[in-house]
């Protein structure tokens, strides 16, 4: 099944960046399409990007469009979230998650790293 | 306000049989796209439950189920227990989004 661990969270003001690395381990890092999925205080699961096996196809959902870069780097088994401009409404714990064969279920899950976006 | 749409609560006690639904629309559930479903206890990252609508990865309890009609899934589980109590989430895809979307989420509690 593998694991994740994500890493690189902490408090930033409104407007400036931060990066999550999200590191992996236990399988074949560069088969698989992955994915960051945020969860606001108190709040539900949002999806945020995900990024295919080759970085060919990306995808963001539109909160964030524009102001976050999802990337990876199969070398290293490693995928990122660049996330500039933050928001008040960014502050979330954010997950890494491994995207299934055929289908697009997520597991693993890393343990979360948190964000928090506050002046 | 999520595209799939969860009750925000559900109860029952230790040994009932409880339902979770999941109600979606034509661009999503509707369009044959899969459900997924995930568990979620405090303080804790989420974990898959069930997968492409009714399948169970190894080491979830047979107690868990999941089916799919139409535009809405259903996550049933048997034989209540303690542990049981957590949140539990929806995914699925969205081609007018082209998104992966969620379920706002139901808390189960075990009277």
């Known amino acids: 099944e593998g694991q994740l661990v994500v890493s690189g969270g902490g408090l930033v003001k409104p407007g400036e960046s931060l990066r999550l690395s999200c590191t992996a381990s236990?399988?074949?890092?560069?088969?698989?399409?992955m994915n960051w999925v945020r969860q606001a205080p108190g709040k539900g699961l949002e999806w945020v990007s995900s990024?295919?096996?080759?970085?060919?196809?990306?995808y963001y959902a539109d909160s964030v469009k524009g102001r976050f870069t999802i990337s990876r780097d199969n070398t290293k088994n490693s995928l990122y979230l660049q996330m500039n401009s933050l928001r008040v409404e960014d502050t979330a714990m954010y997950y890494c998650?491994?995207?299934?064969?055929?289908?697009?279920?997520?597991?693993?899950w890393g343990q979360g790293n948190l964000v928090t976006v506050s002046s | 306000q999520s595209v799939l749409t969860q009750p925000p609560s559900v109860s029952g006690a230790p040994g009932q049989r409880v339902s979770v639904s999941c109600t979606g629309s034509?661009?999503?559930?509707?369009?044959?796209?899969?459900v997924h479903w995930y568990q979620q206890l405090p303080g804790t990252a989420p974990k898959l439950l069930i997968y492409?609508?009714?399948n169970r990865p190894s080491g979830v309890p047979d107690r868990f189920s999941g089916s799919k009609s139409g535009t809405s899934a259903s996550l049933a589980i048997a034989g209540l227990q303690a542990e049981d109590e957590a949140d539990y989430y929806c995914?699925?895809?969205?081609?007018?989004?082209?998104?992966?979307?969620f379920g706002g989420g139901t808390k189960l509690t075990v009277l």
């Open positions: 998650a491994k995207e299934g064969s055929h289908s697009n279920w997520f597991d693993p």
């Open positions: 236990g399988f074949s890092f560069s088969d698989y399409r």
């Open positions: 990024i295919n096996s080759g970085s060919g196809i990306i």
């Open positions: 034509s661009s999503n559930i509707g369009a044959d796209y899969d």
């Open positions: 492409r609508n009714n």
């Open positions: 995914q699925s895809f969205d081609s007018s989004l082209s998104a992966v979307v």
